[in-house]
T-cell receptor
Framework: GAVVSQHPSWVICKSGTSVKIECRSL??????MFWYRQFPKQSLMLMAT?????????EQGVEKDKFLINHASLTLSTLTVTSAHPEDSSFYIC????????????FGPGTRLTVT | QKEVEQDPGPLSVPEGAIVSLNCTYS??????FMWYRQYSRKGPELLMY????GNKEDGRFTAQVDKSSKYISLFIRDSQPSDSATYLC??????????FGAGTRLTVKP
C-alpha cells in the first residue's frame, strides 16, 4: 500500500523556538495533504488542508501565522510551528491523498512534539 | 452537539468475543464513512471504507451504515488480542475533509 512518512518522529524544543515537521508521500503523488493534531485520549482534529502549489486552507480556530504549511511539491508538505509554547505540545499527524485515487487518504506515523 | 459522537470506552472483551463499535452523526451530508485503527503512538490505519448506506465485510470485520438513523457500526468477529487498539470512526461529505469520532479504546484479553 501507499506509504507516507513523517520526520522527525519526535522532537523536543524550547519555548519560543520554531519546529518544522515534514510529511512525504513515498510512492505516489499527493495532490492534497492534510495536517491533524491529536491530544491525548482525544480524536484527530483537522488543522489545515494543503494543495500542491497553493496556499493552505486552515480550519476555524487554527492560527495560520503560527502553523505555517508549505506544500511545495507533489510529495512533500511541511508544517512549521512558530514560536512554540508548551500548549503546542501534541501529536501531529499528516495524511496524503493519492492524486490517482480520490477517495483514499494515507496517514503518516505522526510526530510527537514536546515544548519545554 | 458534536458532528460525530463516539463512546470513548474503554471497552474490554475476552478473546473470541464479537465486538460492536458505534458512532452517530448529525450532518446528513456525510456520504463517506471510514473506520480507522490506531495502535498506541502510531498513526491511524484505514480498516474499512464505505460509501452511502449498506454493509461491507472484510474478513473478520463488518461495517454497517444506516443513513436514515445517522448511525454507523463496526463489528469484529472472533476478536484477538492483536485487535487491541483505539478505533476511530470518520466521515466526510466528499471523501476528504474527514471528521473523526473521539475513538473507542478496545482491549481484547487472552
Amino acid at each position: 500500500g501507499a506509504v507516507v512518512s513523517q520526520h522527525p518522529s519526535w522532537v523536543i524544543c524550547k519555548s519560543g523556538t520554531s519546529v518544522k515537521i515534514e510529511c512525504r508521500s513515498l510512492d505516489f503523488q499527493a495532490t492534497t495533504m492534510f495536517w491533524y493534531r491529536q491530544f491525548p485520549k482525544q480524536s484527530l482534529m483537522l488543522m489545515a488542508t494543503s494543495n500542491e502549489g497553493s496556499k493552505a486552507t486552515y480550519e476555524q480556530g487554527v492560527e495560520k501565522d503560527k502553523f505555517l504549511i508549505n506544500h511545495a511539491s507533489l510529495t512533500l508538505s511541511t508544517l512549521t510551528v512558530t514560536s512554540a509554547h508548551p500548549e503546542d505540545s501534541s501529536f501531529y499527524i499528516c495524511s496524503a491523498r493519492d492524486g490517482g485515487n480520490r477517495d483514499e487518504q494515507y496517514f503518516g506515523p505522526g510526530t510527537r512534539l514536546t515544548v519545554t | 452537539q458534536k458532528e460525530v459522537e463516539q463512546d470513548p470506552g474503554p471497552l474490554s472483551v475476552p478473546e473470541g468475543a464479537i465486538v460492536s463499535l458505534n458512532c452517530t452523526y448529525s450532518n446528513s451530508a456525510f456520504q463517506y464513512f471510514m473506520w480507522y485503527r490506531q495502535y498506541s503512538r502510531k498513526g491511524p490505519e484505514l480498516l474499512m471504507y464505505t460509501y452511502s448506506s449498506g454493509n461491507k465485510e472484510d474478513g473478520r470485520f463488518t461495517a454497517q451504515v444506516d443513513k436514515s438513523s445517522k448511525y454507523i457500526s463496526l463489528f469484529i468477529r472472533d476478536s484477538q488480542p492483536s485487535d487491541s487498539a483505539t478505533y476511530l470512526c470518520a466521515m466526510s461529505p466528499w471523501g476528504d475533509d474527514m471528521r473523526f469520532g473521539a475513538g473507542t479504546r478496545l482491549t481484547v484479553k487472552p
